[in-house]
């Protein structure tokens, strides 16, 4: 049985025991009824801001689904589940013959190497970091 049931159920048994409300105990059974009348309409008010809420949440949720597919769609997705911190590579193009060489950190970090197309020795220049939470490995 429901709240609102059981109230009104209540009330027919108080109404049926024939109590003069001009009576102590009337009183007190009439303003007993009258605060859980009061209970039973705040909790109506609160089933439904609950319910409104949650329909609220239900929303953001797929909103958020809706996000972390494109923010983390698989096909799209730079990141690899096997991707290894220690196999940065760069993309370089050699400045005398054009041609587009990929070396990897390790390599660059050396300072210099040669191009494998045209032998022209490609040298690069590091500035110090001051950031003592930088990353980098080239200033140790």
């Not at 997705?77 to 911190?85: S, T």
């Amino acid at each position: 049985m429901e709240t609102k049931e059981s109230l009104g159920y209540l009330k027919g048994l108080a109404e049926g025991l024939d109590i003069d409300e001009a009576s102590k105990e009337g009183k007190v059974l009439k303003a007993i009824i009258k605060v859980l009348d009061e209970l039973v309409e705040d909790i109506d008010t609160m089933t439904e801001g609950l319910m409104e809420l949650g329909d609220d949440l239900d929303a953001v949720d797929e909103d958020l689904a809706s996000l972390e597919e494109f923010v983390y769609d698989e096909d799209d997705c730079c990141c690899d589940d096997d991707y290894d911190e220690d196999d940065v590579e760069f993309e370089v193009e050699c400045p005398s013959c054009g041609a587009e060489i990929t070396v990897d950190e390790e390599t660059v970090l050396e300072g210099k190497f040669e191009c494998p197309e045209c032998g022209e020795v490609l040298e690069f220049e590091f500035d110090d970091c001051d950031d003592e939470d930088c990353d980098c490995h080239h200033h140790e």
